[in-house]
């Protein structure tokens, strides 16, 4: 069975960091691109990071300078460093997969909640 399981996610402070950690199986995704995508109450879920089969990064302009994603092609992971967070970065993130390198992800974990107070 192939499947995504994210941690690391929990309650921060203002101004604090997290690091996401996303474990894969069933298959191997050294060659895929790998995503991460958040969906905060009563919104609509949103593009945060994604890491191509190259290792080129991409990010949305909200969390740039502040996350970094990366990837362990020998331990079939991916990681989202999360730093200076904030209460709008509130949400429950969620890794994806590109089987087909060609959008959109068609392979998603089952989410990690962030929290970040005031």
């Known amino acids: 069975q192939v499947q995504l399981v994210e941690s690391g996610g929990g309650l921060v402070q203002a101004g604090g960091s997290l690091r996401l950690s996303c474990a894969a199986s069933?298959?191997?995704?050294?060659?895929?691109?790998r995503g991460w995508l958040r969906q905060a109450p009563g919104k609509e879920r949103e593009f945060v990071a994604a890491?191509?089969?190259?290792?080129?990064?991409y990010y949305r302009d909200t969390v740039k300078g502040r996350f970094t994603v990366s990837r362990d092609n020998a331990k079939n992971t991916v990681d989202l460093q999360m730093n200076s967070l904030s209460p709008e970065d509130r949400a429950v993130y969620y890794c994806?997969?590109?089987?087909?390198?060609?959008?959109?992800?068609?392979?998603w974990g089952q989410g990690t909640q962030v929290t970040v107070s005031s």
């Open positions: 994806a997969a590109d089987t087909d390198n060609s959008p959109p992800y068609d392979i």
């Open positions: 069933g298959r191997t995704f050294s060659r895929k691109s």
């Open positions: 890491i191509s089969r190259n290792g080129k990064t």
